[in-house]
């Protein structure tokens, strides 16, 4: 019987310290499931990190000393990094507009 497709999670924190260590976090029937998983998770950590930031290079810098990185065990067919870096600018902008609406909203509630 095929095994399922395991995405393990590694924090770029601690990998660029060199003091890094993987673990299972999920597991799906196929790649396209389980890249759909990495990439839900991705664009979840990006967003919470564009609250905080100003411009892509600050939140790919954010990401990348800080964040998640998620993995295919034994596969090399999805990369957190490339996605976060295609994705930066589109989560930045969705959070930059996500803001601008919360204000609006704060300041037509009753004081």
């Known amino acids: ?28 029937e196929n790649e396209d499931a389980a890249i759909a998983y990495m990439c839900s998770k991705l664009e979840t950590q990006l967003l919470d990190i564009a609250e905080n930031v100003k411009s892509v290079e ?9 964040g998640t990185d998620y993995f295919i065990k034994g596969s090399l067919s999805f ?19 996500r803001g601008k609406v919360e204000k609006r909203r704060k300041m037509c509630l009753p004081q």
């Not at 600050?58 to 800080?66: I, V």
């Not at 976060?84 to 507009?97: F, T």
């Open 79 to 97: 990369s957190s990094w490339e996605y976060v870096e295609q994705e930066a600018k589109r989560v930045l902008n969705v959070s930059i507009e």
């Open 1 to 28: 019987m095929k095994s399922g497709v395991e995405v393990w999670a590694q924090d770029n924190y601690g990998f660029m310290k060199g003091e890094s260590y993987s673990c299972k976090v999920a597991e799906f």
């Open 58 to 66: 600050e939140l790919l810098r954010a990401y990348k000393f800080g």
